[in-house]
């Protein structure tokens, strides 16, 4: 992966230091910055799901969807009793 560099407040550098040493056991301040922007992007799904929750209709509807794409995923695939019965006891 290519490098890059930004200029950063020596403030803002300064805290992300103090993570990287404190809550991510000294990792580099580019691990630090992918780490927290990873944890946005989760936190971000989280509050969909929350406001998608709060609709009771909408979260029917995407119950009733979820359960009808998990059913597709498992059409015609066998599970391991039936891949390699000589493990059945």
């Given amino acids: 992966m290519a490098t890059t560099s930004m200029q950063l407040d020596s ?21 630090v910055v992918l780490r927290l922007v990873r944890e946005y992007k989760i ?3 989280v509050h969909q799901y ?7 209709e909408a979260w029917a509807s995407y119950q009733v969807e979820a ?18 019965p000589e493990y059945n006891r």
Avoid: H, K
């Avoid at 359960?67 to 390699?84: H, K």
């Fill in 67 to 84: 359960r009808l794409t998990d059913g597709v995923a498992g059409d015609r695939i066998p599970g391991a009793s039936e891949e390699y």
């Fill in 11 to 31: 403030a803002l550098r300064d805290e992300l230091a103090e993570l990287a040493e404190q809550d991510f056991r000294g990792a580099s301040l580019g691990e």
């Fill in 43 to 45: 936190q971000r799904i």
């Fill in 50 to 56: 929350e406001a998608l929750r709060a609709d009771p």
